[in-house]
């Protein structure tokens, strides 16, 4: 497959360390670890070319200390991921066109065929809801729609796994599912029925529907709307959420559902999951988001302060013109991002790609052009300058409504996962020390 122009500068640096045989499987990026350099590379699996789900997610099902893939009706047994068990129903069946003959498979339209349809499955999580030591799977589906989680019936069970609402409505296109409260127990953060606000399980009633805690004034909040975060921005302690149009403050007490404060500001236009974090390493948490899910943009937000007042300041990463990234990278569609030290070196960087179809073949900005995905390095300078340094892993995946980051080997390097309109691809991470040359040589260049 071809990358468009404007990731040549990058395709260069790249098979020049294919041609020397650097490279494990497809064309990864590079890093460094200490004083000796060190190859990154990711070998990548395709678990299967089905379109089943937007999202998928690692755990260990069967108990046996290895993790598994969550993924739609399936679970991929981990380590090879080559046995697929069916948790929920999966008897969807498809027709489309490809290469202007009509193929039947299983699944939904997507990229077996050349029409667009949308899986009432969108992201993938997995915990422990009824305290039986086995892990369950929650399902955040359709915006608008029910999110629920799926009982883990336990060693030597057959058959469909039992199915519990979790929440009748969950909207936003970029919900969470983490830890809101601190109370060492996650939440499903979203909006719903006009409202941000999250959803608390009870441990001493798991079956029962969460408990839905409003957190802002119903200010008619849309189904679709784009970008959502959960991260610590004033660095008093407690977790507060970002949106695209600013931030909501937590209170001291969580007592009664009170309304958080709103701090105003233009994140963008709505894009992906949004994240709180010290890019500059000023002690100031600063938020890292895409500008427009369905269009272009990466930036970071520094935070600034006069006085008390929390202000933030614009820096592009990538944006639509090739001129808008020093290393001469863009893509589209970056509807989901990961966080997540990828070289080892202390600082956390951008997992993130291009969404493959997100409205169809022609539905979006580029929709035809390569579906990639991305890590981009974070650097600091001594000055506190920043730049992120773009890192090819692959040019026919892409991402879905989310990208997930994480170590499922345990050999201390975080490994990629991807569900979307394209399938189930794990892409295993690995590292290894090479001369500072050959390093050096296949690093992205400036333009």
Not at 125 to 133: A, M, V
Not at 160 to 165: N, Q, T, Y
Not at 180 to 200: F, H, M, N, Q, W
Request: aromatic share 10%; with cysteine.
């Amino acid at each position: 497959m071809h990358l468009r122009s404007s990731l040549d500068p990058l395709r260069v640096a790249c098979a020049a360390a294919l041609t020397a045989g650097l490279l494990a499987g497809g064309c990864a990026g590079l890093g460094s670890a200490g004083s000796t350099p060190r190859l990154h590379t990711f070998s990548k699996q395709v678990l299967t070319d089905e379109f089943w789900a937007e999202g998928a997610c690692f755990a260990d099902i069967n108990r046996d200390g290895v993790n598994d893939v969550v993924s739609g009706p399936f679970w991929y047994e981990g380590p090879t991921f080559k046995a697929r068990h069916e948790y929920a129903p999966a008897d969807r069946v498809s027709k489309s066109k490809r290469n202007g003959a009509e193929v039947t498979f299983r699944g939904y339209k997507g990229g077996l065929g050349n029409e667009n349809e949308y899986s009432a499955n969108f992201f993938a999580h997995s915990h422990d809801f009824n305290g039986d030591g086995w892990a369950d799977i929650l399902i955040l589906g359709f915006p608008g729609e029910n999110s629920w989680w799926f009982e883990n019936p336990g060693k030597g069970a057959t058959g469909h796994w039992k199915r519990h609402v979790a929440l009748d409505v969950t909207d936003n296109e970029s919900p969470r599912w983490v830890d809101l409260t601190g109370d060492g127990r996650p939440e499903i953060v979203c909006s719903s029925k006009g409202r941000y606000g999250y959803a608390s399980p009870d441990p001493k009633n798991p079956t029962a529907p969460f408990t839905w805690h409003p957190l802002s004034p119903d200010k008619k909040y849309h189904r679709f709307t784009h970008g959502l975060g959960v991260g610590d921005v004033n660095g008093d302690g407690r977790m507060d959420l970002m949106e695209k149009d600013g931030w909501w403050e937590q209170p001291a007490s969580l007592a009664g559902d009170p309304v958080w404060r709103h701090h105003p500001v233009a994140f963008g236009l709505g894009g992906a999951q949004m994240y709180a974090y010290d890019v500059n390493g000023d002690g100031l948490n600063d938020v890292i988001t895409s500008l427009a899910a369905h269009g272009y943009g990466l930036a970071w937000y520094e935070q600034t302060r006069t006085g008390s007042e929390v202000g933030f300041k614009e820096h592009i990463v990538m944006n639509k013109e090739v001129s808008e990234n020093p290393y001469g990278v863009k893509f589209s569609q970056l509807h989901g991002i990961d966080l997540v030290d990828i070289d080892g070196d202390g600082l956390k960087d951008i997992v993130t790609g291009k969404r493959f179809w997100a409205h169809g073949p022609t539905g979006d900005a580029e929709a035809g052009a390569a579906p990639v995905l991305y890590w981009f390095q974070l650097k600091r300078g001594a000055d506190r300058s920043v730049d992120f340094v773009p890192h090819l892993i692959d040019d026919a995946s892409g991402v879905g409504t989310e990208v997930k980051a994480m170590d499922h080997n345990r050999d201390g390097l975080p490994d990629i996962l991807v569900g979307n309109k394209k399938g189930v691809f794990v892409f295993t991470h690995s590292a290894r020390k090479v001369d500072p040359a050959t390093w050096e040589a296949a690093q992205p260049k400036k333009r």
